[in-house]
Structure formats: C-alpha cells, structure tokens
Nanobody
Framework: QAQLVESGGGLVQAGGSLRLSCAAS????????MDWFRQAPGKEREFVGR????????YYADSVKGRFSISRNNAKNTLYLQMNSLKPEDTAVYYC????????????????WGQGTQVTVSS
C-alpha cells in the first residue's frame, strides 16, 4: 500500500509562487530517487526535477532551473516542490514519482506515481 499523495496546487498569477507537497506513506522511499513531472493538456508528460532522497542530490529540467527547487523532510516523509516566478506555460497537472533505476526523465522506470495536483498560472 505504498502511496504518494500530492497537494498544494491551485490558481496563481504569473510571477507568483506556489509550493507543492508530496506525502509518501506505506513504505520507506529513502533508497529512491524522487521525481516531479508535469503534464499539460495535449502535451507529453514532462520531467521537472529530481531529488535523491538519501543524498539530497538534485537535478532540474532547463525549463525550470533557477525558478523551481526541490526539498524533502525525512521526518515527515514528504517531498516539496517550491515554484517561483511562475509562468503561464507552467500550467499543468504536477505529479510526484519514485524510481530507482532510471535516469531523470525516464518515465518507464517509475515505480510509484502520485495522483497529481493541478497548477494553473494566469496571465
């Protein structure tokens, strides 16, 4: 019954900020890489960023580098995505995910997915 549950999505104006949370339960994900993906209508699911839970090593897509940051709270088993300087093109459903063998962006290697949370950025 391992589960990832996203929260924190909503409507925000361009230039604003939002923080998403991903609560992990049912098992330890401390040996996993934790990823954020997003998917806009009519678009393929896109890699956003990754944090290695144990080491804290981080990777970001070029499209969000410098604006988004990933962190985690080990005690709460919770992953965060801080989004700053939001743009309308950031509008998407955001998903957290966990995997062990894939490189960043390799969707086929993901073992667990959250249900997604909607982020809408208005002009």
């Amino acid at each position: 019954q391992a589960q990832l549950v996203e929260s924190g999505g909503g409507l925000v104006q361009a230039g604003g900020s939002l923080r998403l949370s991903c609560a992990a339960s049912g098992r330890s994900f401390h040996t996993y890489a934790m990823d954020w993906f997003r998917q806009a209508p009519g678009k393929e699911r896109e890699f956003v960023g990754r944090i290695n839970w144990s080491s804290g090593n981080r990777y970001y897509a070029d499209s969000v580098k410098g604006r988004f940051s990933i962190s985690r709270n080990n005690a709460k088993n919770t992953l965060y995505l801080q989004m700053n300087s939001l743009k309308p093109e950031d509008t998407a459903v955001y998903y957290c995910a966990a995997g062990r063998t894939g490189r960043p962006g390799d969707i086929s290697s993901i073992e667990y997915w959250g249900q997604g949370t909607q982020v809408t950025v208005s002009s």
